[in-house]
């Protein structure tokens, strides 16, 4: 069991560049004493595992070292076929076909007993382009610009440094460095308009797992609001599927308390609430609950109009 866990430790930092002791003891479900032991064994194999203190410390390994083998099997196949096929069914590129297509030929009796279906990724064919064009700023490391409309109705025009493309929050968002800003930003891609590659390089390299670990810290400090909810026992399964919170309270009816926590600049969870429709009622924060009789007493008036 041990030497299974020393072999994921060094595959895993290896994959996310610099991680701390509390990250691995959370990956593997042992004790940062645990973690600082293997980190000690590994460095007495001979794998160069750097050891870094401060604000921005954890443990890394050296770039110049490389696993001579990988343990692959058939089920380690399986997996990567799997998320293959379900990125292709999410973004349609060459490059990820031919890819698909050597895995299949490496493993051509390997059978999936999993389907991943991203088809709703594609979002818009406008998208996809988007995508095809900010991967080509990545491979030739130009930075890019585009106009940004943002949560606000306010129009910026922006030059960034794209690092990567992700999914997450249901969209399309690229993870990228702003040379005004000094840090890594992320944008949705629904919402760029005249996006282009610009001649000009970037200003240093980026590596993926150190960008998004220092877009997610930059993320963690922005401020957050509590929401609390009275729901109907109608609504449980659509609160847990959207809203990612807890039932603090339940009642005889099967009625419950539900609380939240989002970003309070993030707009995605407020349509989600107003989507329950009269499912829920916001009982916390009241700006919020403020916040919504105007919204529905404008759009009654519009159809009052009618």
Not at 37 to 65: C, H, K, M, Q, W
Not at 124 to 143: D, G, P, V, W
């Amino acid at each position: 069991m041990k030497i299974e866990r020393l072999l994921a430790i060094t595959n895993y930092l290896l994959s996310h560049k610099r991680v701390t002791a509390q990250m691995l003891a959370g990956r593997f479900g042992v004790s940062t004493r645990t973690v600082m032991r293997d980190i000690n064994t590994l460095s007495l194999a001979g794998i160069p595992v750097v050891t870094f203190y401060g604000v921005d410390g954890g443990y890394e390994i050296l770039d110049s070292f490389k696993m001579e083998r990988q343990l692959v099997d058939a089920s380690d196949h399986s997996y990567i076929i799997t998320a293959l096929q379900g990125l292709q069914s999410a973004f349609e590129h060459n490059e990820l076909e031919d890819t698909l297509e050597k895995m299949q030929a490496i493993a051509p009796d390997c059978e999936t007993q999993m389907v991943l279906d991203f088809s709703t990724l594609k979002e818009n064919r406008s998208t996809n382009e988007k995508l095809l064009l900010l991967q080509q700023a990545i491979n030739r490391c130009q930075k890019v610009a585009f106009s940004y409309t943002n949560a606000n109705n306010e129009e910026k025009q922006h030059v960034v440094e794209p690092v990567a493309t992700m999914y997450k929050w249901y969209s399309w968002y690229l993870l990228c460095y702003c040379p005004r800003h000094e840090d890594y930003r992320i944008f949705k891609l629904v919402r760029m308009g005249v996006l282009s590659i610009t001649n000009q390089k970037n200003s240093k390299t980026h590596n993926v797992s150190e960008a998004k670990r220092k877009w997610e810290q930059s993320e963690q400090k922005q401020d957050k609001i509590r929401v609390r909810l009275l729901c109907k026992s109608i609504a449980r399964a659509r609160c847990e599927e959207y809203l990612n919170g807890t039932a603090i309270k339940e009642f005889d009816n099967k009625d419950f308390m539900y609380d939240f926590h989002v970003p309070a600049g993030e707009h995605f969870w407020y349509g989600t609430v107003l989507a329950l429709g009269s499912t829920v009622r916001v009982i916390e924060p009241t700006d919020l609950i403020e916040k919504i009789r105007l919204n529905c007493n404008e759009i009654l008036k519009l159809y009052e109009e009618v």
